[in-house]
């Protein structure tokens, strides 16, 4: 399907303060031509420089933490993410930001305020296409117990699970496929937020200077302070906020399932530098992906995997099921360490994991999948048959696997299911599985 490209059809304005600077400023949206992009004019400066929004112009994270910033020939614009995430999420591609200071305003602390500016400044419709790009193949990024993955999609779903240990907030999951209808509704408003135990060192660095309760959730252990959830769920509805401001940055179109993981600002943007750099000789077009009918509604921990399968150490061999679409697919996650019991006679000098573990990793992660189901909760799913095996990659310590399995048949007994393992990206193994499901 042929997409055009989009910009607003009248002019706006919008003041407020940044977040993190205090400073209050003024911001006028502008229509732009086809192929222009999202423009940031800095018109407090004498040569009214222009920073474009994209991933070159990011400005180091570890600089300017919490927040994502643009810099362009010693000019900068921060805290832009909850703009950019209501302009990818609304589809508009072309537009000129004029704004007369160095940081986006926070308003209300969410996205939603930029969402209803541009929809009452209209949206205009050119007849020029826009570029799409279909990601081919998986893509992971870990760094620091956080993980980001991209993997296939005719869509864009972003999936997220929020966990911040011994904390007062609770681990969270969501899901969307992301347009601008479920976009507004259900992510928008979304408001920014913090741990009230995170608030001294964030002043220390100079940070929060325009935040108060109104506009930044403060999260302590009797709950919200001088404020409400919109959402039960609303920091990681925030996280999603952010994470789409990111991608923005990518500067293009992009279909795929994005899953994050406890990432934040300096995971998402090298995801997208990553995605630029697989995708930068060539224009993928039509390539298909499995449409999914359902949003997941929550992951599987190993407490809840131990009560779906009946595996338990030292053949239990999926740490964590990140998303699961019953009767369709699954993805889940093995983190591989030294301390393996399978190390200490698999190749002891070279230690590599055993082929036929990894396909066991598949099946169990098979078997979520089947036995997750209201029906056949309570059962087991044996093996009939393997089909189809290759191991293209040897896994070894530190590795962490992405097993990945969706079904081909299901019937009310049996299930013929293909998976495949990755590591960092790449193949490491995949089979065709057959199950059948007995009662226990």
Not at 330 to 347: C, L, P
């Amino acid at each position: 399907m042929k997409i055009k490209q989009k910009t607003i059809k009248n002019i706006a304005e919008v003041e407020g303060v940044g977040l993190h600077t205090g400073k209050k400023v003024k911001v006028t949206f502008k229509p732009a031509p086809p192929n222009t992009g999202i423009l940031f004019i800095r018109t407090d400066i004498p040569s009214s420089p222009v920073i474009k929004a994209e991933i070159d112009n990011l400005l180091d994270i570890e600089k300017y933490p919490r927040r994502t910033s643009l810099g362009n020939q010693g000019c900068e614009i921060h805290t832009v993410e909850h703009l950019l995430s209501a302009l990818y999420a609304l589809e508009i591609d072309n537009l000129i930001v004029e704004i007369n200071g160095e940081e986006c305003p926070g308003l209300d602390g969410s996205a939603i305020s930029f969402v209803e500016i541009i929809k009452k400044a209209g949206i205009e419709e050119y007849d020029e296409e826009k570029e799409v790009i279909y990601l081919k193949e998986p893509i992971y990024i870990s760094q620091n117990g956080a993980h980001i993955i991209a993997l296939p999609y005719d869509k864009l779903r972003i999936s997220y699970t929020l966990n911040y240990p011994n904390s007062p907030l609770k681990s969270q999951f969501a899901s969307f496929i992301i347009d601008p209808d479920t976009y507004e509704k259900e992510i928008a408003a979304a408001r920014t937020f913090c741990l009230q135990e995170e608030v001294e060192n964030l002043k220390s660095l100079g940070l929060g200077k325009g935040s108060d309760y109104s506009n930044t959730l403060v999260i302590s252990k009797d709950g919200v302070i001088n404020n409400n959830f919109r959402f039960e769920d609303e920091p990681v509805r925030h996280k999603i906020v952010d994470l789409i401001g990111d991608l923005a940055l990518l500067g293009k179109r992009i279909c795929c399932h994005i899953i994050g993981i406890r990432s934040g600002h300096s995971l998402n943007t090298k995801l997208i530098k990553k995605i630029k750099e697989v995708t930068k000789k060539e224009k993928v077009a039509g390539i298909g992906a499995p449409t999914l009918s359902q949003i997941p509604s929550q992951t599987f921990e190993i407490e809840d995997i131990e009560k779906i399968i009946p595996h338990r150490y030292p053949f239990l061999l999926v740490d964590k099921i990140v998303e699961i679409q019953e009767g369709k697919r699954a993805i889940g996650i093995k983190n591989v360490s030294i301390n393996e019991w399978f190390f200490q006679g698999h190749f002891p000098g070279r230690p590599v994991m055993p082929g036929v573990l990894i396909v066991e990793a598949m099946a169990q992660v098979a078997g979520v999948l089947m036995l997750s189901k209201k029906e056949n909760r309570g059962k087991l799913a044996y093996f009939m048959s393997i089909d189809k095996v290759k191991f293209r990659k040897t896994v070894r310590p530190g590795d962490q696997l992405i097993i990945e399995v969706e079904v081909v048949k299901l019937k009310s007994k049996v299930g013929l299911i293909n998976g495949k393992t990755y590591v960092d990206g790449k193949v490491a193994a995949e089979a065709s599985l057959m199950f059948t499901v007995v009662d226990a």
